[in-house]
């Protein structure tokens, strides 16, 4: 079921845009079908699931992490996250970068970039990411790799809304990228579209999407239920 499903769902990617298959609330036996089934990058969105998870699952799994994440928690992710999406202040940016020299690593990391109408979500507004990246001191940062931008939708049946949306986080990387980052090949990433809208994020230009919902199915709250 997980492999045909995950199978369907990467026959409708375009070549060059990465899958993350979004494992959150799910069991390890139904990340490790995804696992046989051939994919390798993971995301979870909260810390203590993906500790339970990452030593239960083969070394050669990429984690990401794609939730809200708090700066006293990064220690425990930081030995082996392979990106990190949901950077949205300069203060986090600064415990991963510590965390990660730490480690003797760098790691990755996405700006998340708040563009949906719900106040729930997080995120930098544009505004603010415009700022931060002006201000410079994300440079001494010596831990981290910035990679791209990533953001959520409002969650509307409005495609019109939601290709706006989509279409303003990829002019602010267009606009980051030629200021910031055009000696940098490594920030190329755009990562938006999940289930739902995954095909209008990629004809905005989205070229890494997370996909839970259509790979593993729904999802039954709470954990370990
Ligand atoms: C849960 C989640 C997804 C996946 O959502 P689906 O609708 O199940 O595909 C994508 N991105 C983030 C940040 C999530 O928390």
């Known amino acids: ?4 499903r995950l199978q369907t769902v990467k026959t409708t990617l375009p070549q060059g845009v990465e899958l993350v298959a979004v494992s959150k609330y799910h069991p390890v036996e139904d990340v490790m079908e995804a696992y046989h089934a051939g994919q390798r990058v993971f995301g979870e969105n909260i ?3 993906l500790r ?24 425990y992710i930081a030995p082996y996250v ?6 949205d202040s300069l203060k986090l940016l600064g415990e991963i970068s ?5 480690c003797g690593r760098k790691i990755d990391c996405l700006l998340q970039i708040h563009v949906a109408e719900e106040e729930t979500k997080f995120g930098f507004t544009i505004d603010e ?21 990533m953001c959520m ?23 980051a990228k030629a200021e910031y980052f055009a000696d940098a090949p ?20 989205s070229n890494m999407v997370r996909i839970g919902t259509a790979i593993f199915g729904e999802r039954s709250y709470p954990l370990n239920s």
């Open 52 to 75: 339970g998870k990452q030593p239960l699952m083969p070394a050669d799994v990429e984690w990401h992490f794609i939730g809200h994440l708090q700066t006293n928690k990064v220690k």
């Open 47 to 49: 810390v203590q699931e």
């Open 153 to 175: 939708a409002s969650n509307t049946d409005d495609t019109k809304q939601v290709h706006a949306e989509f279409r303003r986080v990829y002019d602010f990387f267009t606009e």
């Open 129 to 149: 990411c415009r700022q931060m990246l002006c201000e410079g001191a994300w440079r001494d940062l010596d831990g981290v790799r910035l990679r791209g931008v």
């Open 98 to 102: 510590r965390q990660a020299i730490k």
């Open 186 to 205: 490594e920030f190329f990433i755009r990562c938006y579209g999940m289930s739902h809208d995954y095909n209008i994020a990629i004809e905005e230009g």
């Open 1 to 4: 079921m997980i492999a045909d």
């Open 82 to 87: 392979s990106l990190i999406h949901s950077v």
